[in-house]
Each structure stands twice: as structure tokens, then as C-alpha cells.
């Protein structure tokens, strides 16, 4: 008879499967979505990017990731993805419009970096929603318009008065 301690071994499975139960939360919990691009394809996603897009993510595997990118955007997007995946030094960062099941467009800022999964390269991506400080910003950049053109009014209409002061004057 023999007898081996494998003690040690059921001591790293239990850690492991803690560490991995603590990964996991984290991704299915982040206020970001997180999708992993391989081959053009999204490989993974989490709640929040499935939440982002309104696809499930059977739907969103059948999906090439351009499918989910506004028209404007996908040259872009397609060349820094492939430029990432050949090695080049891209902006890891930027911000671009995606367009979720139901065709409304979104804006968010994304941060990619280039991952090996399941043994070959990937993109691993995070996308943080944007698209109501895009309102914002764009509120208040019309409010400042409007400021600029009531303060333009009030010299013009200023300097008018000015003139017809001079000729009920004379």
C-alpha cells in the first residue's frame, strides 16, 4: 500500500477557486464594460456591456465587434484594433459612438490592451459610458454660445445708442 498527502493539492484547488470567484465578481460587477475581441469577434463580455449593447452574449459572439461601432467610427476602430494585435504603439485610449440592439448610438471613452486568450492574442476592452456628460457638455457649451451672442447684442446695442444719442443731439 501506498499513501500520498495531497493535502497541498486540495489547499492550491481551494485557492484557486477563490481567487477565481473573486475575479469574477469583480468583472460581473464593474460599473465598465469589459469585452475581450479575438479574431474580430467578442469572445467575452460582461453584464454591463451586454446592458450597454442589449444583445446577449450568444448574440454578441455571433457579432463581428464593427457591428456594434457607429458608421463614422469603424475605420478607425478596425485599423487601431489590427495595428494593437500586429504590435504597433496605438493610443490605448479614445472615444468613439456604439450602437446598441435597438440602433440608438452611445458614446463611450474605451482603453484597450492587448491580452493573450486561450493561448492566442486578443483585445481586452473597457468601456465606461459617456454619453449623458456628452449632453452636459454640449448643454453648457450652448449656454456659453448664447451668453457670447447676449453679450455681442448688448455692445451692439450699446454702440447704436451711442449714435442715436449723437444725431437726437444735433
Known sequence: ASIINITPLKQAQEALR????KYRLVV????????????????????????????SMDELATLTFT??????????????????LAGEKVPSSYTLKIKNRS?????VETSAVLITWEGRPAAMNFLRDITKQRRVEA????????????????GVAH????????????
Open 18 to 21: 477563490e481567487s477565481e470567484e
Open 28 to 55: 460581473d460587477h464593474a460599473n465598465d464594460g469589459i469585452v475581450i475581441i479575438q479574431d474580430g469577434i467578442i469572445k467575452f463580455a460582461n453584464s454591463k456591456a451586454i446592458d450597454f449593447t442589449g444583445y
Open 67 to 84: 457591428d456594434l461601432v457607429a458608421d463614422e467610427y469603424k475605420n478607425l476602430v478596425l485599423k487601431r484594433y489590427k495595428s494593437r
Open 103 to 107: 440602433g440608438d448610438e452611445r458614446w
Open 139 to 154: 448643454q453648457l457649451q450652448h449656454a456659453q454660445k448664447m451668453e457670447a451672442i447676449g453679450t455681442l447684442a448688448g
Open 159 to 170: 454702440d447704436f445708442n451711442n449714435l442715436l444719442q449723437a444725431v437726437q443731439g444735433y
